[in-house]
Structure formats: C-alpha cells, structure tokens
C-alpha cells in the first residue's frame, strides 16, 4: 500500500509541474484543509495576481526552488527582485 501511495504521490506532483510549466494553475491540498494556489511568474501578470489574490483571499507570494534562489540573476522581471537580488513578493 505504501508503494502505491507514494505512486499516486509521485503521478500528481508530476502533473502538477507539468500544469505549471505550460502555464496553468495548481491548487495544493494539506490533510489539515488549507490550501494553496501556484501559477508560474513567468506567465503571471497584473490582472492574473489580482485574481488569484481575491480567489485565495491573501496575497502573492514569491515561492523558489533552491537553485532559484541561489541564482537571483535568473530572475527577468524587476517587480520580482529586491535591489540586494534577493527574491521578494510583488506588488498587487
């Protein structure tokens, strides 16, 4: 049973960076009830932020892999990187 647990674990993350990477959007479920929605930055604007701010009823939050973040320069928006080019959350 673990096997296949940790099978279905696997497939749904899979999909889920698949979703993400052309573009869609990804809501990520705890046990507990709380939830989560990620989009890609690089296909966010202005009006899709704003969305999905009032969606989740919270703001935006930068979220990065570690090799994101330990590469700051990688970032090609402005609204997306501090003046000491660490990761910050954009504006709404």
Not at 43 to 49: M, R
Request: proline share 5%; glycine share 6%; with cysteine.
């Amino acid at each position: 049973m673990h096997d296949t647990r940790a099978k279905n674990a696997y497939v749904k993350a899979e999909r889920a960076s698949a979703e993400l990477r052309r573009g869609g959007h990804v809501m990520l479920r705890l046990n507990n009830g709380e939830a989560a929605l990620f989009r890609g930055a690089e296909f966010a604007d202005d009006e899709d932020i704003n969305f999905l701010s009032r969606l989740a009823g919270s703001g935006p939050l930068l979220v990065l892999t570690a090799n994101r973040s330990e590469k700051p320069s990688t970032l090609t928006s402005p609204r997306l990187a501090s003046s000491d080019n660490r990761a910050c959350r954009p504006p709404l």
